[in-house]
């Protein structure tokens, strides 16, 4: 299988993430994406609400999808939630198949900033989302040469990042939390199940 991994906060998940995560699926022709909230963002400490639901609101969010799942494996280590950790659990789990490591470029950008991401980098395939406001990927020093159209080597590795062009979203999990600290209504930026369960354990307040 072609195994998408699209890890973040999902603090909350919203249907920009979900409306993103199924143009990768399509374009790259992936058989699944496991969707990873994080446990403890090492790089993310304020204004995180507790991992457990934000587990839940994930798995709210993606059960009609039959493509999506979602996996506890950074919320039970219940420690900082390094991407290098989760992509060598999940390579033992999936031996046999092909994994992607999905990410926006702002990511992408500060992506040497993270925890042994020369190692990372060496481990897996990148597929790189773009986001309204950056730049052409082939900016990264990072990237070494590019190898055919929206693919590119990473520098003293064998594996490639890919570049999409996914719809632009002005919406973003900043925004809601500030629309819901003043009150305001969120309805129909993310699932109903998803704004029930905030609502419900009165999340964001």
């Not at 991992?51 to 039970?76: G, Q, Y």
């Not at 500030?178 to 609502?199: A, C, H, N, Q, W």
Request: net charge neutral; hydrophobic share 40%; with cysteine.
């Amino acid at each position: 299988m072609r195994i998408g991994v699209f890890g973040g906060t999902f603090n909350p998940i919203h249907f920009g993430h979900l409306r993103v995560a199924e143009e990768v699926r399509e374009t790259f022709s992936l058989d699944k994406i496991i969707f990873i909230p994080s446990g403890v963002p090492p790089l993310k400490k304020q204004d995180i609400i507790d991992a457990i639901h934000r587990l839940k609101m994930t798995e709210l969010a993606v059960n009609s999808n039959p493509f999506f799942e979602v996996s506890d494996i950074e919320v039970k280590e219940k420690k900082p939630s390094y991407t290098l950790n989760t992509i060598n659990i999940l390579k033992k789990l999936y031996q046999k198949d092909i994994l992607f490591f999905i990410m926006g470029i702002d990511a992408f950008f500060e992506l040497k900033s993270w925890y042994s991401y020369e190692v990372l980098l060496r481990m897996v395939d990148i597929i790189v989302m773009s986001r309204p406001g950056y730049d052409d990927i082939t900016k990264s020093e990072l990237i070494d040469y590019k190898v055919s159209e929206n693919c590119y080597r990473i520098k003293n590795s064998d594996r490639n990042v890919f570049s999409i062009s996914v719809s632009p979203f002005w919406i973003s999990s900043t925004l809601l939390r500030e629309m819901l600290r003043k009150g305001k209504s969120i309805r129909y930026f993310l699932p109903d199940t998803v704004l029930k369960y905030i609502e419900e354990n009165e999340l964001y307040r």
